[in-house]
């Protein structure tokens, strides 16, 4: 079993190693046309955003604001990774805000706002507040019961039918199941309505959701009814409907936007199955174990039925789990560098502690039953920690909150972040030729004292630029470049009364 094992792993490592680059699992804006900040001579028919992989709309998910600030018709179409939102024919002259809002294809919320101007920048611009709501409580604690019940009553059935022996009192093990089959039902369906309001903000949405949340709860809601009404009269379609209710969830979440995508739901597949044969596993033991102290050698067989295939169950949790944590992540430097990858860490450490209990258990306590049962409540706690924090991992992003300004930034070459201090700051150039350009700044939070700009070049210094706020932590200026080239903008801000950073962006500028 163990050369199998390490072949499977050097098999997939292969398969791994010639396969693209992976995705990140939230969608990220990577460029606009016409770009942020961007002046126009004329108002455009339309505004695209692309993203680095397929959206959904959001219905009123785009707001158009004109220069007067008042809200106008728009019409915003989706199709796969493009929005685009198609303008009224008199915008007038002025700087126009659109705030756009979409899910990504793992179904997290993505939003910003765009603002460009025709003729001139609009003196004060006060852009309505753009974004995502924060996941509500109420949908991470149905999340983790909708898992945990989940586990254990799919756990439960499987113990019962591949390591108790005929003979041994159940009934226990059957009410247990059943309670956690119906706490799994109510979770999974409430979660439904939740995640409307989480992504749409509004219940009535139920055309906006993709059909897969639906079949995923069908599957769950109805696979785990039917394993327990079936455990006592059928146990291999009980398996069978068990291992799907429990496999489900894979077809939606993070693995949707991963790659490979068949390896790595199907890695998830067996990652789900392997963790609820160890949950149910270890509370059927903490169930069984006790009612068999006076009936010989059926403590003993018990052990060793699920004993022996433990050693399996846990080579297929650490490589199904390194193996997400990879495609998913997309490196390993995203485990210290996102919230995701630090999550993650706490889960690895404390399911490394149940590990640990478990060889424990295995090697040094299965000849003495007391000590068993112990250890097998401990590590049974364990587990539904690691469980809980599952269900905060299915809510947070598994990329740095950077990667979407770097990508930004790579695909609009008038458009730069950098961080001073701790104030991120977003300069824009545009349109980048010779000849008048706007500079807009945006800050995310205000400095002791408004920014410092200067522009120079190889052939030309301008000096420092004069800004004018627009609005909270938004700044504007209007130069004349006279030669194209390389300009360098020198970007200083007081942080504090004695750190005053600066950095430089370089701006390509056409003839």
Same mark, same amino acid.
């Given at each position: 079993?163990?050369?199998r094992?390490?072949v499977?792993?050097l098999?997939?490592?292969v398969?791994?190693?010639?396969?693209?680059?992976?995705?990140?699992a939230?969608?990220?804006l990577?460029?606009?046309?016409?770009a942020?900040g961007?002046?126009?001579?004329t108002a455009?028919?339309q505004?695209?955003?692309t993203?680095d992989?397929?959206?959904?709309?959001?219905?009123?998910?785009?707001?158009v604001?004109d220069?007067?600030?008042?809200?106008?018709e728009?019409t915003?179409?989706v199709g796969g990774?493009?929005?685009?939102?198609?303008?009224p024919d008199?915008? /007038?002259?002025g700087?126009t805000v659109?705030?756009?809002r979409?899910?990504?294809?793992?179904?997290h919320?993505?939003? /910003?706002?765009?603002t460009?101007?025709?003729?001139?920048?609009? %003196?004060?611009?006060? %852009?309505?507040?753009a974004?995502?709501?924060?996941?509500?409580w109420?949908l @991470?604690l149905a999340?983790?019961?909708?898992?945990?019940s989940?586990?254990?009553?799919?756990?439960?059935?499987?113990?019962v039918?591949l390591f108790?022996p005929?003979g041994v009192?159940r009934?226990?093990?059957v009410t247990?199941?059943r309670?956690?089959?119906?706490?799994?039902?109510?979770?999974w369906?409430v979660m439904?309505?939740?995640?409307?309001?989480?992504?749409?903000?509004q219940v009535?949405?139920?055309s906006?959701l993709?059909?897969t949340?639906?079949?995923v709860t069908?599957?769950?809601? /109805?696979?785990?009814?039917?394993?327990?009404?079936?455990?006592?009269?059928?146990?291999g379609?009980?398996?069978?409907a068990a291992? +799907?209710?429990v496999m489900?969830?894979a077809?939606?979440?993070?693995?949707r936007a991963?790659?490979p995508?068949?390896?790595v739901?199907?890695?998830?597949?067996?990652h789900?199955?392997a963790?609820?044969v160890?949950?149910?596993?270890?509370?059927?033991?903490?169930?069984?174990?006790?009612?068999?102290?006076?009936r010989?050698g059926?403590?003993?067989?018990?052990l060793?039925?699920f004993? @022996?295939?433990a050693?399996g169950?846990?080579a297929a949790l650490v490589?199904t789990?390194?193996l997400?944590?990879?495609?998913?992540l997309?490196?390993?430097?995203a485990?210290?560098? @996102?919230?995701?990858?630090?999550?993650?860490l706490v889960?690895?450490?404390?399911?490394?502690?149940a590990?640990a209990i478990?060889?424990?258990n295995?090697?040094?306590?299965?000849?003495r039953?007391r %000590?068993?049962?112990?250890?097998?409540?401990?590590?049974?706690?364990?587990?539904?920690?690691?469980?809980?924090?599952?269900?905060?991992l299915? #809510?947070?992003?598994p990329?740095s909150t950077?990667? %979407?300004?770097?990508?930004a930034?790579?695909?609009?070459p008038?458009?730069r972040t950098t961080?001073?201090?701790d +104030?991120e700051?977003?300069?824009?150039?545009?349109?980048?030729r010779?000849?008048?350009?706007?500079?807009t700044?945006?800050l995310s939070?205000e400095?002791?004292?408004?920014p410092?700009?200067?522009?120079?070049? #190889?052939?030309?210094?301008l000096?420092e630029v004069?800004?004018?706020?627009?609005?909270a /932590?938004n700044?504007?200026?209007s130069?004349v470049?006279p030669a194209p080239?390389t300009w360098?903008?020198?970007v200083?801000?007081?942080v504090?009364?004695?750190a005053?950073?600066?950095?430089?962006?370089?701006?390509?500028?056409?003839?």
């Open positions: 079993m163990i050369r094992l390490l499977l792993l098999a997939s490592a398969m791994l190693l010639g396969l693209s680059e992976p995705a990140y939230h969608a990220n990577v460029s606009a046309d016409p942020e961007a002046v126009l001579t455009p028919d505004v695209v955003f993203f992989e397929a959206v959904r709309g959001v219905p009123d998910g785009v707001q604001f220069p007067q600030g008042d809200l106008v728009a915003a179409t990774a493009k929005l685009e939102v198609a303008l008199q915008l /007038g002259n700087t659109i705030t756009w979409v899910v990504s294809d793992d179904g919320p993505v939003g /910003g706002a765009l460009f101007s025709v003729g001139a920048p609009t %003196p004060v611009v006060t %852009p309505p507040a974004g995502v709501p924060e996941v509500p109420t @991470t999340r983790w019961l909708g898992y945990v989940l586990f254990l009553a799919s756990g439960l059935v499987l113990f039918a108790l005929t009192p009934r226990r093990l247990g199941a309670v956690a089959a119906a706490v799994a039902a109510v979770a369906l439904l309505p939740l995640t409307l309001l989480y992504l749409y903000g009535s949405a139920w906006s993709p059909p949340e639906y079949a069908a599957a769950v809601v /109805g696979g785990s009814a039917l394993a327990v009404v079936l455990l006592n009269r059928r146990r379609a009980a398996v069978s291992a +799907i209710a489900a969830p077809f939606v979440g993070h693995t991963a790659t995508e068949v390896l739901i199907g890695a998830d597949m067996l789900l199955l963790g609820s160890w949950l149910g596993g270890l509370v059927g033991l903490a169930l069984t174990l006790p009612g068999l102290s006076g010989g059926a403590a003993a067989d018990v060793a039925r004993s @022996t295939a050693a169950v846990l490589a789990g390194s997400l944590a990879w495609r998913i997309g490196s390993w430097s485990l210290v560098d @996102t919230s995701y990858g630090q999550l993650l889960k690895i450490g404390i399911v490394a502690v590990l478990a060889g424990w295995r090697w040094s306590l299965v000849p039953r %000590p068993v049962l112990r250890a097998i409540a401990v590590e049974g706690a364990i587990l539904i920690v690691a469980l809980l924090l599952t269900g905060f299915v #809510d947070t992003s990329e950077s990667t %979407p300004a770097r990508a930034a790579e695909a609009n008038g458009v961080t001073l201090g +104030i700051v977003q300069a824009t150039l545009a349109p980048l010779r000849g008048t350009n706007t500079i700044l945006k939070s400095g002791v004292a408004p410092v700009v200067r522009l120079t070049s #190889d052939r030309a210094g000096g004069p800004l004018k706020q627009v609005s /932590g700044y504007t200026a130069v470049l080239g360098r903008m020198q200083s801000l007081r504090s009364e004695f005053n950073p600066v950095a430089e962006l370089d701006f390509e500028v056409n003839g």
